[in-house]
């Protein structure tokens, strides 16, 4: 079973900068892909971005041009660089990765079976 473990949420203001980190058990190098996504309140988990075993990124459109996925050269450590914050991307922010090939397209949550425990992000 592989843990991931999120760090370096926090508050921000309006316009600012957080880079979000995801530590993996082991090495992802046998992902098929590793994402991350959020929560607010009452709303479902929202897919934001994604690396697949290519390298290949993928970005949700509320998020393309503002954030940055990322990977070490070990892929044990995944990163989230999150620029010119808004109020709006104030939500639990989860890492989460594919091992076994799941069907679904990158942002479909159940094609994940790893999933962080998540770090908070409030943006004023």
């Known amino acids: 079973h592989v843990q991931l473990v999120e760090s370096g949420g926090g508050s921000v203001q309006v316009g600012g900068s957080l880079n979000l980190s995801c530590a993996a058990s082991?090495?992802?190098?046998?992902?098929?892909?590793v994402g991350w996504f959020r929560q607010s309140p009452g709303k479902g988990r929202e897919g934001l971005a994604a690396i697949d075993n290519d390298g290949h990124t993928r970005y949700a459109d509320s998020v393309k041009d503002r954030f940055t996925i990322s990977q070490d050269n070990d892929r044990d450590t995944l990163y989230l660089q999150m620029n010119s914050l808004k109020p709006e991307d104030t939500a639990m922010y989860y890492c989460?990765?594919?091992?076994?090939?799941?069907?679904?397209?990158?942002?479909?949550?159940?094609?994940?079976?790893?999933w962080g425990q998540g770090t908070q992000v409030t943006v004023s």
């Open positions: 082991l090495s992802t190098y046998n992902t098929y892909c």
């Open positions: 989460a990765a594919d091992f076994i090939g799941a069907s679904g397209g990158w942002s479909n949550t159940m094609r994940y079976n790893s």
